[in-house]
């Protein structure tokens, strides 16, 4: 079926850096929408950004002006570049693929900031 493969998540240091990716396969074509969530322990899972298969992007208020997302259409794959990353920012990242009317999540990856 659709199949939404994750890396590139791990553990850094307040103010260090990760590049997301996650990679679409199966049924599925130059998705409509590609975008990321998170969910921090004790707490809802969260809207992060989204990017169109037109180039329309969104961003939380949160990570905006530090968090960058990107996409290869033809590979169907979305990346999100995280700088200046705050201990705020530990969660489990999701990816989120909307196409032909259904929305798909990846098994999520945690990224982790701390000292």
């Known amino acids: 079926q659709v199949q939404l493969v994750e890396s590139g998540g791990g553990l850094v240091q307040p103010g260090g850096s990760l590049l997301l990716s996650c990679a679409a396969s199966?049924?599925?074509?130059?998705?409509?929408?590609m975008g990321w969530y998170r969910q921090a322990p004790g707490k809802q899972r969260e809207f992060v950004a989204r990017r169109s298969s037109g180039g329309i992007t969104n961003y939380a208020v949160p990570v905006k002006g530090r968090f960058t997302i990107s996409r290869d259409n033809a590979k169907n794959t979305v990346y999100l570049q995280m700088n200046s990353l705050d201990p705020e920012d530990t969660a489990v990242y999701y990816c989120?693929?909307?196409?032909?009317?259904?929305?798909?999540w990846g098994q999520g990856t945690q990224v982790t900031v701390s000292s």
């Open positions: 199966g049924s599925i074509f130059r998705p409509n929408t």
């Open positions: 989120n693929v909307g196409f032909g009317g259904n929305v798909y």
